[in-house]
């Protein structure tokens, strides 16, 4: 559904996106991960057409941005980062007008239009003007826009920005529900977000793809070795010399001691499928009291700190 391949951005001297290449298929919900600066908004930007690439190529269902721009953006619902809004027209006024722009046909555009303050709990302030809307409702604003002709891809810069804790819940429900027939794009920081919403994940760093994936195979090959917590009631230092002739495990180290228990730290190889069971059946053969085997699992905060910070 999205072709992007090998994009570059330069803004003057700043490279802000280098030979970046990744697709969506349709129906996928894909997170778009990076901390501030990395080139999130600016692949947006270039998918949606606002701003021209200086180098590569993006196809939007089969449309190429450059060659047939307007075909692009009818297929296309974008939630820009600051959402341009009209300041002095009333929440209601500029979703009419919005839905005249989309050129949704006139006998369409009241249930489009409250099918949008539905969805997006705008009744209570229909009659606002936007300038004077608190920045979670002309967030919902800009959702409203975004999807009021009904597009099969929606780019969402930050959906869940400036939003109260609710209204979170609600969106990232919707997102869900519109991603079953929707094609969606959603940047974030908020990486619980990724996981409740998204089918696959990118991140990007410095302008540069350094990953791809679904959520578990991210937290799966990224993991690489793992660190397993073991507290044992014998003779420590036969513990550990046992426990390091182990093939996969890299080090065995004595984190604490308290009378006759030491509570080991271990760190693993990849290659280990089931490092606790096996510590543990060493144990009962050794005879060996275990209070304590826990072995720690990347999460997904950890992978992306590991990934872009260096
Ligand atoms: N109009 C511009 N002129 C010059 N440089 C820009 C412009 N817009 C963005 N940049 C630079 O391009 C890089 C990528 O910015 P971009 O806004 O795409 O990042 P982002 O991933 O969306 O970050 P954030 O998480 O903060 O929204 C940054 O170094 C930024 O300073
Ligand atoms: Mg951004």
């Known amino acids: ?11 003057g001297i700043t490279v802000a996106v280098k030979d970046v290449s990744f697709s969506v298929k349709k129906g996928e919900v894909l997170g778009f991960l990076g901390p501030n600066g990395a080139g999130k908004t600016t692949t947006m930007k270039i998918i949606t057409c606002f701003m021209p690439p200086t180098a590569g190529t993006v196809e939007v269902g089969g449309s190429d941005i450059l060659e047939d721009p307007l075909s692009v953006r009818e297929k296309i619902g974008y ?8 300041s002095d027209m009333t929440v209601e006024s500029y979703l009419n007008f ?3 722009v989309r050129r949704i046909h006139p006998r369409d555009r009241r249930e489009r239009v409250n099918r949008m303050i539905e969805t997006c709990s705008l009744k209570g302030v229909l009659k606002k003007d936007i300038g004077a809307l608190s920045k979670g409702f002309k967030q919902r604003v800009g ?3 975004a999807m009021i002709h ?3 891809i929606l780019i ?6 400036g939003l109260d804790p609710n209204q979170i819940i609600e969106i990232r429900k919707l997102i869900k529900e519109l991603g079953k027939e929707k094609t969606i794009i959603l940047s974030t920081h908020i990486l619980p977000e990724v996981s409740a919403t998204c089918d696959r994940v990118i991140i990007i760093n410095d302008g540069q793809l350094v990953a791809s994936g679904t959520p578990e195979e991210l937290q799966n090959r990224a993991a690489g070795e793992s660190v397993i917590y073991t507290t044992v ?15 996969w495990v890299k080090k065995c180290s004595v984190e604490s001691k308290q009378g006759e228990r030491a509570r080991f730290k271990l760190l693993a190889t990849q290659d280990v499928s089931d490092p606790t069971e096996q510590l543990y059946d060493i144990a009962v053969k050794n005879g060996w009291m275990l209070s304590e085997l826990y072995r720690e699992t990347l999460s997904l905060e950890d992978i992306f700190l590991k990934l872009t910070t260096s």
Request: aromatic share 6%; charged share 25%; hydrophobic share 35%.
């Open 233 to 247: 009631k014998a003779d420590a230092a036969k513990v550990q010399t046992v426990f390091t002739s182990l093939g």
């Open 79 to 86: 939630l820009p980062e600051n959402t341009p809004l009209y």
């Open 156 to 161: 969402l810069d930050e959906p869940t920005s």
């Open 1 to 11: 559904m999205i072709e992007v391949k090998n994009l570059t951005k330069h803004y």
């Open 98 to 100: 919005i839905a005249e």
């Open 143 to 145: 959702l409203a826009q």
């Open 150 to 152: 009904d597009p099969k």
